[in-house]
């Protein structure tokens, strides 16, 4: 059995194994707190985008801002969203699992936004195109993982969702079909009066411009939604990380203070016999 001292020792280091773990806890929360504002201002601006995109629109595909004679590439592009580091709990690893179901050498490219889902295909040996930074800062510039995407006629998107503190999934969506479903084309008896069209509004240099030019803003708001998504569940689940690592690192600190508490006892009953084994020694000395 360890020395006090050493058990001591190892009881202060998990303290503060629990002060770090408890000051992560709190700083996700907050930043969930924060990161849930801006989905919600994302999810209004693309609403008032997609009302007049739907009304222009030229075609019923999702031509992500492709002027009518670019040749798209025919492969898929596979988008992984992941974390930026590694302390957010197995999220970035189910979502590598969930991939790994849809890739095809043959079929696909990929492009990693998070240092550590890049990490995590090296070490299986899978092969991606380009690597961006998980966006730190409330500002997110997408425009260069845009022109990426309009070089393919499809692509597709892996990123965490959060559902609660307690629930975040992964989700595996068609970006084109996505962009449809989050704004459904309106029917026209439910268009409001003044619609936008041709006879009413002047489209310079041309309506499919304009059409092309609304895509690009909807494909940019749909990027910054998923990537805002992403962070929150991964944010969400570091939360719950740190909440169970601090609750482990607080059981284990009280049983090594259990342990210090016996093993301090130990030694001073071994010290205490120690002594009353020489005093008898030196009694019977002095009786010989």
Same mark, same amino acid.
């Given at each position: 059995?360890?020395?006090?001292?050493?058990? %001591?020792? @190892?009881?202060? $280091?998990?303290?503060?194994?629990?002060?770090?773990?408890?000051?992560?806890?709190?700083?996700? #929360?907050?930043?969930?707190? +924060?990161?849930?504002?801006?989905?919600?201002?994302? $999810?209004?601006?693309?609403?008032?985008?997609?009302?007049?995109?739907?009304?222009?629109?030229?075609?019923?595909?999702? $031509?992500?801002?492709?002027?009518?004679?670019?040749?798209?590439?025919?492969?898929?592009?596979?988008?992984?969203?992941?974390?930026?580091?590694?302390?957010?709990?197995?999220?970035? +690893?189910?979502?590598? %699992?969930?991939?790994? %179901?849809?890739?095809?050498?043959?079929?696909? @490219?990929?492009?990693?936004?998070?240092?550590?889902?890049? +990490?995590?295909?090296?070490?299986?040996?899978?092969?991606?195109?380009?690597?961006? @930074?998980?966006?730190?800062?409330?500002?997110?510039?997408?425009?260069?993982?845009?022109?990426?995407?309009? %070089?393919?006629?499809?692509?597709?998107?892996?990123?965490?969702?959060?559902?609660?503190? #307690?629930?975040?999934?992964?989700?595996?969506?068609?970006? #084109?079909?996505?962009?449809?479903?989050?704004?459904?084309?309106?029917?026209?008896?439910?268009?409001?009066?003044?619609?936008?069209?041709?006879?009413?509004?002047?489209?310079?240099?041309?309506?499919?411009?304009?059409?092309?030019?609304?895509? $690009?803003?909807?494909?940019?708001?749909?990027?910054?939604?998923?990537?805002?998504?992403?962070?929150?569940?991964?944010?969400?689940?570091?939360?719950?990380?740190?909440?169970?690592?601090?609750?482990?690192?607080?059981?284990?600190?009280?049983?090594?203070?259990?342990?210090?508490?016996?093993?301090?006892?130990?030694?001073?009953?071994?010290?205490?016999?120690?002594?009353?084994?020489?005093?008898?020694?030196?009694?019977?000395?002095?009786?010989?």
């Amino acid at each position: 059995m360890k020395n006090p001292r050493e058990i %001591k020792a @190892d009881e202060a $280091n998990m303290r503060t194994i629990v002060s770090l773990t408890s000051a992560f806890e709190s700083l996700s #929360s907050m930043k969930i707190t +924060q990161t849930k504002g801006k989905v919600l201002i994302s $999810n209004q601006f693309f609403n008032e985008v997609w009302n007049i995109y739907k009304q222009i629109r030229m075609d019923v595909m999702f $031509n992500f801002g492709r002027a009518p004679d670019e040749k798209p590439i025919e492969k898929e592009l596979l988008i992984l969203i992941t974390a930026q580091g590694g302390l957010s709990g197995d999220i970035d +690893q189910r979502l590598i %699992k969930e991939f790994r %179901k849809h890739y095809d050498s043959e079929k696909n @490219d990929i492009i990693v936004i998070g240092h550590h889902g890049a +990490q995590q295909l090296e070490q299986i040996h899978i092969h991606y195109t380009m690597y961006f @930074d998980m966006p730190k800062k409330d500002f997110i510039n997408v425009d260069p993982i845009m022109k990426i995407i309009r %070089k393919y006629r499809r692509a597709r998107v892996f990123y965490q969702n959060y559902i609660s503190l #307690s629930k975040q999934t992964i989700e595996d969506l068609d970006l #084109s079909e996505v962009v449809s479903r989050m704004g459904k084309i309106a029917d026209l008896d439910t268009v409001d009066d003044e619609k936008i069209t041709e006879r009413n509004y002047i489209f310079e240099p041309n309506a499919y411009t304009v059409a092309a030019h609304l895509e $690009n803003s909807i494909l940019r708001l749909t990027l910054t939604q998923f990537i805002y998504d992403s962070r929150l569940a991964q944010l969400a689940s570091r939360f719950r990380a740190m909440t169970a690592a601090k609750e482990r690192s607080i059981e284990t600190a009280d049983d090594l203070h259990k342990q210090y508490s016996r093993a301090k006892r130990m030694l001073v009953d071994v010290r205490l016999k120690e002594s009353l084994a020489g005093l008898k020694k030196l009694r019977a000395k002095g009786a010989g």
